[in-house]
């Protein structure tokens, strides 16, 4: 009995060492999977032009945690709103992308236009129906000629979100006609298409700096600005104006790009991983933007704010009175960008 006993329990010895054993394998297999499965572990700076509730900086902190979330921690991006690096000059932030100094950015394309004019097609006046068509025509032919435009200038394009459609506010009168835009002193970004629009319908645009409008407007240097609503209401325009015009004169879009070359030196799969997670940023950012719009303007309302949304028929004045202005940049931006983003001429 005692030589049977020894003998089951030498065997249940070398069963459990066995089972043992192949527990460690397994559990190294495992391991070794999961570091197999690993990314680099890198920090990535993105640098954006808005104020951190904007929605690019929204977008660009969205992004961050996607990022760390799907890497565990081992790719992080960090977001430096305001062109903070850039000492608040959004030329300079433009220039630091294109050379490396940041690796990631997201710019509208009315800034990102000192290095390429180009890049401001869209932005032609009463090109696209709503927010439905720009999404289509962006992310097909539209998307494909940012990134030819970029590739030329060490840019790697990686998506696109909506800004806004924009509109204008004022604290002098309600806008519903082309007339009633005359004389307005009306802050624009300084593009070429929002400076020849304004000019067109004989208001006085001046080219500011965005951080310097609020207090140009409550000083009376200003009269007022054109923007889209998130940013109007970021930017508490809703304090010192007193009527908001919706017309959706323009839309403007921001582009999520990276230095090309800082791209290309990553790792396959790192980039693979970052390309998915900005197109899924800048999907939140375009139906974030969307929804808070609406409730938005609700605000504005109730606030004591004079909103007018214009008609067709009153929109058709407008877009009469600045029809030869668009022809001139459908001309000047040529065939292949028309084209592009389904241009044509009227």
């Not at 058709?316 to 940049?329: L, P, R, T, V, Y």
Request: aromatic share 8%.
């Amino acid at each position: 009995m005692k030589v049977r006993a020894l003998s089951l329990l030498i065997a249940g010895a070398v069963i459990i060492s066995t089972l043992t054993g192949c527990g460690k394998s397994s559990s190294d297999k495992a391991a070794n999977e999961k570091k197999d499965d690993s990314y680099q572990k890198i920090e990535l700076v993105m640098a954006v032009n808005g104020t951190d509730i904007q929605i690019d900086a929204r977008v660009a902190d969205k992004f961050a945690e996607l990022v760390e979330e799907e890497t565990d921690g081992n790719v992080t991006i960090a977001v430096y709103p305001n062109d903070q690096l850039a000492g608040g000059n959004s030329t300079k932030g433009i220039e630091m992308i294109a050379g490396g100094g940041v690796d990631l950015a997201a710019y509208a394309t009315c800034v990102m236009a000192v290095i390429d004019e180009q890049l401001s097609v869209a932005t032609i006046p009463w090109i696209f129906e709503d927010y439905q068509d720009a999404r289509e025509t962006i992310d097909g032919t539209g998307g494909e000629y940012y990134a030819e435009r970029l590739e030329k200038k060490g840019i790697t394009y990686l998506g696109s979100f909506h800004n806004g459609f924009r509109q204008i506010t004022n604290s002098k009168r309600e806008v519903k006609t082309p007339e009633d835009v005359k004389r307005l002193k009306i802050r624009v970004p300084g593009s070429e298409v929002y400076m020849k629009f304004f000019k067109t319908l004989g208001a006085d645009p001046v080219a500011m700096s965005w951080s310097e409008v609020f207090t140009a407007i409550q000083q009376g240097t200003i009269d007022g600005q054109e923007n889209g609503i998130c940013i109007t209401e970021s930017a508490k325009m809703d304090e010192v104006q007193d009527y908001l015009t919706l017309w959706n004169y323009t839309y403007e879009n921001d582009l999520f790009v990276a230095n090309t070359e800082i791209w290309e030196s990553l790792e396959p799969k790192t980039r693979k991983m970052l390309q998915e997670k900005a197109r899924e940023a800048c999907e939140w950012g375009r139906d974030t933007l969307e929804a808070e719009e609406a409730d938005i303007v609700k605000e504005f309302e109730a606030e004591g704010m004079n909103v007018t949304e214009l008609t067709e028929e009153e929109l058709d004045a407008f877009k009469e009175s600045i029809s030869g202005m668009k022809q001139e940049f459908i001309k000047k931006y040529g065939e292949k960008a028309c084209e592009a983003f389904d241009i044509e001429e009227e």
